[in-house]
Nanobody
Framework: QEQLVQSGGGSVQAGGSLRLSCEAS???????LGWFRQAPGKEREEVAT????????YTDSSVKGRWTISKDNTKNTLFLQMNSLKPEDTAMYYC???????????????WGQGTQVTVSS
């Protein structure tokens, strides 16, 4: 069954940390996995991606140095460790799977259910 099940997220003060998880079904073992976010009134944007064996990652400049994407291939689970959170990081966060690590968010057709991250100042 094709499933991306997210967990984690929540509310935190600026400077705090959160970790998001996305458990992917075996179906996605050869897929690129990534994290995306959408703030109210804004388009969904790419945050970070990781290829199927975890050897190649991409992190958007807005979170580079603060956040880390990783993957546990034994459990088909994707993570996003978010440190030094800022109020502007407040958004709904989604994991997604794609055949390759597309730079275009519209190319991803498999999505998790989303989880809210709220950062207060």
């Amino acid at each position: 069954q094709e499933q991306l099940v997210q967990s984690g997220g929540g509310s935190v003060q600026a400077g705090g940390s959160l970790r998001l998880s996305c458990e992917a079904s075996e179906f996605y073992s050869t897929y690129c996995l990534g994290w995306f976010r959408q703030a109210p009134g804004k388009e969904r944007e790419e945050v970070a991606t990781i290829d199927s064996d975890g050897s190649i990652t991409y992190t958007d400049s807005s979170v580079k140095g603060r956040w880390t994407i990783s993957k546990d291939n034994t459990k088909n689970t994707l993570f996003l460790q978010m440190n030094s959170l800022k109020p502007e990081d407040t958004a709904m966060y989604y994991c997604a799977a794609g055949g390759v690590c597309y730079r275009d968010v519209n190319m991803y057709t498999h999505w998790g259910q989303g989880t809210q991250v709220t950062v207060s100042s």
